[in-house]
Nanobody, 116 residues
Framework: QVQLVESGGGLVQPGGSLTLSCAAS????????MGWYRQAPGKERELVAL????????TYADSVKGRFTISRDNAKNTVALQMNSLKPEDTAVYYC?????????WGQGTQVTVSS
């Protein structure tokens, strides 16, 4: 089992920046990948960014490519999402996910609101 705790959400103006952090605990040696997802009201949860534990390869949703950066600190079992040039469309609850073996595990989520 892996437990995930997100932090860093909040209210930010359009064009601003915010960094989310996800701390993993438990069976962290079994984590194969970690990612950030988001879900807006009435919308399905979507993948924002993903990073593979072995090698650090990353992938991003087209909507955030060039603005968001996912990074990791494997020694500390944390993953961060640096969000720049934020837009109102980025408003959502952001969730951290860890792939443990073949099973995904979710954090509780952190609200990001981009508004003037």
């Amino acid at each position: 089992q892996v437990q995930l705790v997100e932090s860093g959400g909040g209210l930010v103006q359009p064009g601003g920046s915010l960094t989310l952090s996800c701390a993993a605990s438990g069976s962290t040696l079994r984590i194969n990948a970690m990612g950030w997802y988001r879900q807006a009201p009435g919308k399905e949860r979507e993948l924002v960014a993903l990073i593979i534990t072995d090698g650090g390869a990353t992938t991003y949703a087209d909507s955030v490519k060039g603005r968001f950066t996912i990074s990791r600190d494997n020694a500390k079992n944390t993953v961060a999402l640096q969000m720049n040039s934020l837009k109102p469309e980025d408003t959502a609850v952001y969730y951290c996910n860890a792939l443990v073996g073949w099973t995904g595990h979710w954090g509780q989520g952190t609200q990001v609101t981009v508004s003037s």
